[in-house]
């Protein structure tokens, strides 16, 4: 790839690092979600090793205990290193998150490779998210596990490219690798069940290659996840082989956390309903600190039109676009759809049993979810050059995208420093 191709990732990098110091100096320290929990699971592993068990205490502290191991065993030498420093552990989480971007560009190359405006405005997107910035500045375990996310769906779309000679061993090894970092990252397996059987449709024996395929990914996985299940098993019976079971007894015993049964009671099937998309789509945007600070109501009322005109111009580019699109790249499309929907669907699931309407749980589809605003501004400008000779001439979609990046970032700003700051600091 020619430098000049790649200096927009490289810009977009740089912005983030720089917006995410402006918001890791301006959170205060134990203001993002669960932050306290989350260090005390570092802690417990650096000075006990791993892992710790999710059990009664006084007080309900440890309730992190239950998480996948991975982004605490990569923190904890950090933390020995610096005697628990708290600002330590955030500046890796930050720049973890770098990752998520690196992983989305190389997504858009791989399913766009001719269309770089698409991984600016994708990428640019996944940077500037004022809410995703407002969590990577806090110690959790979400960064890493963005990271990963776009990583496997990376990997699933270079190997669905023609000719792709991707060892299904690798997709297997990230796969397995999510499996131990965060429970949300579990419905991405579908995405990649997907993509197996889309790439061995086009084979000579599809079944024998399905068979291969999913063989070779699902040993690969399960031999990285293996060793955590089985220890949960032993440690919390069988089969709550994720500490699920043994969480939510808890959860309901000593946290206090609502549940669905009890929001439903309270405020009727609708009122729970309209709270799971109300709060989930505003927190996915930006609801900082602790969920306790919104942004402005006419921020989201702003969003929620540009919503809605995003549905309309990615309709548009869809269908206007789709018998243009190679077999690869619908199959991508097709992939990337799946991980949407599981993702969605594990969110609502979960949110049938306790009230967690925060839309960062969205984030593991943080791609298809950025493609679909990035494709709804496009299909506008679509429409006008087809339509407009002076649209043809003066709109270009690389300046489209650069400009919808740019103004993530002033977003971002926005939030900062009118939301932010003069109410959390």
Not at 164 to 192: D, E, F, H, N, Q
Not at 225 to 252: E, I, K
Not at 351 to 362: E, S, T
Request: hydrophobic fraction near 55%.
């Amino acid at each position: 790839m020619p430098r000049r191709a790649i200096l927009p990732l490289w810009l977009i990098v740089a912005g983030y690092l720089v917006l995410g110091g402006l918001y890791w100096r301006a959170t205060p320290h134990g203001r993002t979600p669960d932050e306290r929990e989350h260090v005390r699971t570092i802690e417990q592993i650096a000075q006990e090793g791993c892992c710790p068990v999710l059990e009664v205490r006084p007080t309900w502290t440890d309730y992190e205990d239950h998480q996948p191991p991975l982004y605490y065993l990569l923190l904890a030498p950090i933390y020995r290193a610096t005697d628990g420093d708290l600002d330590a552990l955030r500046a890796a989480t930050l720049l973890i998150g770098v990752g998520a971007l690196f992983g989305a560009w190389s997504a858009m190359r791989a399913l766009f490779p001719d269309q770089l405006w698409v991984a600016i405005g994708v990428t640019g997107f996944v940077a500037f998210l004022p809410q995703r910035l407002g969590m990577v500045v806090g110690v959790n375990n979400d960064a890493l596990a963005e990271s990963l996310a776009a990583a496997l769906l990376a990997l699933c779309l270079w190997w669905l490219r023609p000719n792709s000679r991707l060892a299904p061993i690798w997709i297997g090894g990230v796969l397995g690798i999510c499996l131990v970092t965060k429970l949300t990252l579990y419905p991405l397996a579908a995405a990649v069940g997907a993509a197996l059987l889309l790439r061995a449709r086009r084979a000579e024996r599809p079944w024998r290659a399905a068979l291969s395929g999913g063989l070779t990914i699902g040993v690969s996985a399960a031999l990285i996840g293996a060793p955590f299940w089985l220890r949960n098993v032993m440690v919390y019976g069988f089969p709550d082989f994720l500490a699920q079971q043994r969480h939510d007894a808890l959860a309901l015993a000593l946290s206090g956390q609502p549940t669905a049964e009890e929001w439903i009671a309270e405020r009727g099937v609708t009122g729970w309903l309209e709270d799971l998309l109300g709060t989930t789509f505003q927190s996915f945007w930006g609801q900082f600190g602790e969920m306790a600070v919104p942004m402005h109501p006419f921020t989201y009322h702003v969003l929620h039109v540009l919503t809605g005109l995003a549905v309309v111009g990615a309709l548009y580019a869809l269908f206007s676009r789709w018998g243009k699109l190679s077999p690869p790249q619908r199959d991508g499309l097709i992939v990337l759809g799946v991980a949407l929907l599981g993702v969605a669907g594990a969110f609502f699931y979960y949110n049938l049993k306790f009230v967690q309407f925060q839309g960062r749980y969205l984030y593991p589809a943080l791609i298809p979810i950025a493609l679909f605003y990035v494709s709804g501004a496009a299909g506008f400008a679509l429409f006008l050059r087809a339509r407009l000779t002076l649209a043809r001439r003066l709109l270009s979609l690389t300046a489209l995208s650069a400009a919808l990046s740019l103004a993530m970032l002033v977003f971002a700003l926005y939030a900062l420093y009118r939301v932010l700051i003069p109410f959390l600091v």
